[in-house]
């Protein structure tokens, strides 16, 4: 059967494609590597999630190939790399229907205004590429707004020193609040913070089909049991598949897009689910695989046209791969020190805390190091977390010390009293902080010449340089956060800030732009050489901004459909 679209991937960057081209009319084939899991999969299994990464491939048969910086005894620098296989550091979020997005914490920032115009707004900074995006956040606005309608964001708008522009208001309110959350409200106020509820991709009500939140205390990192949240494939791909136009071919692992002797693709060659080759053909074609595999996959389509890989001849895919920067941090709060109904309000599991800072989303300060010759740079974003999950939280509980200072194992009853102390005397409040990775010449993505998946094809190598301001922003930010932490009364508090990359924060490779030289995508996310080929995925992005990307991605992808629409002809 031919389709109007194939689209490869099925997580948030492919689902909007999948779900507005199918409802306007059009024939859809979706093509996903993993299994087609429903709510039914998706219990909490700590074990299963902590120890054993169920919903990913085995790094024995699919992995990646990461690069790292080291330093020669005479000071000089090299790269090398290391499967991971070896290193057991997964760089997989997700490989089932619905990709990553079933497993997000779903933090919903938008963009700003100023996102969109990095150099523009900061000016250029060495050893950094950035560059200002195509389009404005006036033209993603109307699209920011359509997920939240259609994917279901939960959420108030107040207003704070870097509130973005909105077109609508919040069809469904905030989810229940964790106590701790009023906490953070008040020490904000005392020391002159903004603190910001932080919409979330759950649903607060019942909606679209699917159930509310639980409220189960288990969420990043697991998928959703109710189908409040809103991956791809409860928000968007099964109401695609009951209206009859879209089909989804699970286990199908795409190893080549074929191209004709005119540089236009002419298939979409996959393994079924029995192994078998098959071939997808359709009108239009749109790549979704996340940001590391959709460059692998188009450096693997080599053709008569495309040497070097599709939509490559300006040598640009997989350049200007992006992560997130920042760093993590935390503080203690005693249970001697608080009064009982404090220490049982910290006890409570399962709402939400939903409390964010973006007050040095820019930041205006000339001491700042990284500051630019108006006394300004760009800041980020800064969220509030507990990690619930207790076999993550024992982790550690096994270690004591000798008489030396030592590390050594313990068991029977010191490993009894840790764990007590560890689960009855204290509550851990947690941020994270998110920063742009400036994309450099030295975070990128090409084919390994060595290591190969269990097909025999070539996996991807991953380069993970970073940019050292990026540390500086992170640094910052991160001071800023501990002083509200010990406003709040907290005590050990800490942060740490790496250069190292969340695995499952990535964007970039496949950057859109107005320059065919420089960019592989247009502003309409269609490949500059390729007239028949979109990518939808975070690839895309030039930069990546300093909130979470899955947001954007959703709103792009759903911008692109509208523009895929347009080209069809449908209403």
């Known amino acids: 059967m031919s389709y109007d679209i194939c689209i490869v991937g099925s997580g948030a960057g492919a689902s909007p494609v999948a779900y507005s081209l ?16 429903t709510e039914k999969e998706f219990y909490k299994d700590e074990l ?19 690069e790292e910086q080291y330093e020669h005894d005479n000071g000089d620098n090299y790269w090398q790399g290391e499967a991971t296989s070896e290193s057991g550091w997964s760089f997989w979020n997700g490989t089932v229907v619905g990709g990553s997005s079933n497993f997000m914490s779903g933090y919903f920032h938008r963009l700003k205004p100023i996102d969109f115009r990095l150099k523009s707004e900061f000016g250029a900074i060495e050893g950094a590429n950035v560059e200002d995006w195509p389009i404005s956040y006036q033209d993603l606005e109307p699209y920011y707004a359509q997920v939240e309608r259609d994917i279901g964001v939960s959420g108030k708008t107040v207003e704070h020193p870097n509130q973005e522009p909105r077109s609508t208001e919040f069809i469904y309110p905030p989810l229940a609040e964790h106590a701790i959350s009023s906490w953070i409200d008040k020490a904000a106020k005392l020391i002159g913070y903004h603190s910001v509820p932080v919409p979330r991709a759950i649903l607060s009500q019942p909606a679209m089909g699917r159930k509310s939140c639980e409220y189960s205390g288990y969420c990043s990192s697991y998928g959703c049991s109710s189908g409040a949240k809103g991956s791809g494939r409860a928000a968007l791909l099964n109401h695609a598949v009951a209206g009859g136009n879209c089909t989804i071919k699970a286990k199908s692992k795409v190893y080549k897009i074929a191209t ?46 495309f040497p070097h890989g599709l939509a490559n001849n300006n040598g640009q895919v997989g350049k ?41 989303y820019q930041i205006n300060d000339k ?30 509980s096994q270690w004591g010390s000798d008489e030396n200072g030592n590390d050594q194992l313990v068991w029977g009853e010191q490993l009894k009293l840790n764990l007590k102390q560890e689960f009855t005397t204290y509550k851990t409040l947690r941020f994270e902080v ?54 709040m009364g907290a005590t050990n508090v800490a942060s740490s800030v790496s250069g ?3 695995s499952n924060l990535m964007a970039g490779g496949c950057r859109f732009g107005n320059d065919p030289k420089t960019s592989v995508l247009n502003k ?4 500059h050489e390729v007239g028949n080929l979109f990518v939808t995925d975070g690839s895309f992005m030039p930069t990546g901004g300093s909130v979470p990307y899955t947001f954007t991605i959703y709103a792009n992808a759903f911008r692109v459909a509208d523009h895929i629409k347009q080209r069809l002809q449908l209403s």
């Open 434 to 487: 998110f920063n742009d990775w400036l994309p450099n010449d030295d975070c990128f993505v090409s084919l390994d010449g060595d290591v190969t998946d269990k097909w025999g094809d070539a996996v991807a190598k991953v380069r993970i340089g970073y940019h050292k301001h990026d540390l500086k922003v992170g640094e910052y930010l991160s001071k800023k956060a501990e002083k509200l932490l010990t406003a």
């Open 48 to 66: 299963a999630i902590s120890l054993h990464n169920v919903y990913n491939p085995k790094l024995a048969d699919e992995q990646h190939v990461i």
């Open 320 to 360: 200007n791969l992006v992560f997130s920067a920042g760093g993590t941090g935390s503080g203690d709060f005693n249970y001697n020190d608080l009064s009982e109904q404090q220490v049982n309000e910290l006890k409570q599991v399962g709402p939400f805390i939903n409390r964010s800072l973006q007050d040095w």
């Open 22 to 37: 199918a409802k306007a009319g059009a024939k859809v084939l979706v093509l996903e590597k993993g299994p087609w899991l």
């Open 367 to 396: 001491n700042f190091e990284g500051a630019n010759s108006k006394g300004i740079a760009k800041g980020g974003t800064i969220d509030f977390l507990f990690h619930q999950n207790p076999v993550a939280r024992a982790g550690g």
């Open 260 to 305: 004709d002797s005119k540089g236009k693709i002419s298939g979409i060659l996959y393994y079924d689910s029995r192994g078998r080759k098959q071939v997808a053909t359709a009108k239009i074609y749109v790549v979704a695989c996340q940001a590391i595999e959709t460059s692998r996959l188009l450096l693997a389509s080599t053709g008569e046209k």
């Open 524 to 527: 309409y996310c269609q490949a």
């Open 500 to 502: 190292y990359p969340p």
